[in-house]
């Protein structure tokens, strides 16, 4: 179903917000117009919406909202996410992981202020659930399932220590000490050239201070 560009962020903004005041979406889409223009630009919108967008819409004077079979992926991935964090329901593993690991960033080409908003809460809630459920693995016996979140957090922001951490202690119990060295000195190398920082004491105790000199290249 084709949409213009107005109908497509008409559509994301209630889709994230579930139910909205029409004002709301008005300043929001529209912040450089007046209010009574803001509203008649939503009002053409609305108003040439294909069918198939119209009937995902329930319309009131006051407010527009999502109709309730509509599914939101976002607000799926962010329900899994603060049940990961939550810690709510049995650990029901591989669902959740790939549900998390297969999902991006939100609208990354779009720059509204409101897009950046929800993306950045949705990204930092996605890393603190990456972390808590490779914790939980690595604490079930499931190590490479443990790697795995750990590595999709690293890769959504690789300058956080914590899904580093994670990492090199899952090597460490599984007695992978190269791995767990070459690790901590990939870290080690970015963090200094990034930000001219150092890895914490806390991430430094977990590896003997010989072994994380003899894993140097000299």
Known sequence: MPLCGNAQRLLAFI???????????????WPDAT??????SLRTTLWKLPCGAQELLRCTPESLALTDDVV????VLAKASLDVVRGYGPPRVDPVLMGLLEKGDLLPDWDEDWVVLEREWLRRLRLHALDTLSDRLARQGLPA??????LASIRIDPLREAPHRSVVATHLAEGNLVEALRHYEAFRHLLRAELGAEPSDQFRQL?????RCAGRPR
């Open 15 to 29: 889709g994230l917000r579930r139910r909205v005041q029409r004002c709301v979406v008005a300043q929001t889409l």
């Open 72 to 75: 939101v992926d976002v607000r």
């Open 145 to 150: 399932l443990a790697l795995e979140a750990a």
């Open 207 to 211: 590896i003997p201070l010989e072994r």
């Open 35 to 40: 209010d009574a223009r803001a509203r008649g």
